[in-house]
């Protein structure tokens, strides 16, 4: 319980002082590089194309540090817990549990609104947790802890470059 009490000189803005702008919206959305980033996957744009080549091949890899032993995910060039670059690539399991989850119904990043819905998440693969999308399966089909394993998407398009991304599937 709570007393409200009113407060007599309290004046309302009428919407006179707020300031005003007109936005306008193109008609046709082209994809910013910065939407599209999966492209850069060759060493001319990336200093992580190992981990696509190695996804490229079914091994899902990251960095680990050869100076402190620190585990990345995404891969480094540089560790975040020493700063030594003396980091090599090495295999990350392929199975894991959903650790977190949730789906996303109504629109998500430009250009990728007509996937919906679909389920994104926290997967636990042991030495690491990583956000990744899960496919074939809904909300309702999974629970925490719930099984999944890695799933190679080849991107096709926009541009001529062979790409691939990571996905989950439940097991
Ligand atoms: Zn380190």
């Given at each position: 319980m709570s007393d409200h009490q009113s407060n007599d000189e309290t004046v309302l803005p009428d919407g006179g002082d707020v300031p005003r702008e007109t936005v306008s919206i193109p008609t046709e959305i082209e994809l910013p590089r910065l939407l599209d980033?999966?492209?850069?996957?060759d060493p001319e744009h990336t200093q992580i194309h190992e981990f696509y080549e190695n996804l490229r091949d079914g091994r899902f890899t990251t960095t680990e540090c050869r100076e402190c032993g620190e585990l990345h995910f995404p891969p480094?060039?540089?560790?975040?817990?020493?700063?030594?670059?003396d980091l090599e690539y090495v295999d990350l399991p392929h199975e894991g549990e959903m650790y977190s989850f949730t789906e996303v119904r109504g629109t998500s990043a430009i250009g990728m609104?007509?996937?919906?819905?679909f389920v994104a998440g926290v997967v636990d693969l042991g030495p690491i947790r990583l956000s990744a999308r899960v496919d074939d399966?809904?909300?309702?089909?999974?629970?925490?802890?719930s099984a999944v394993r890695l799933k190679i998407v080849e991107v096709d398009g926009p541009t001529d470059q062979d790409r691939v991304f990571y996905r989950f599937t439940p097991v």
């Open positions: 980033f999966y492209e850069l996957q480094r060039i540089v560790c975040p817990e020493c700063t030594s670059d609104n007509g996937d919906t819905p399966a809904s909300y309702e089909d999974l629970e925490i802890g």
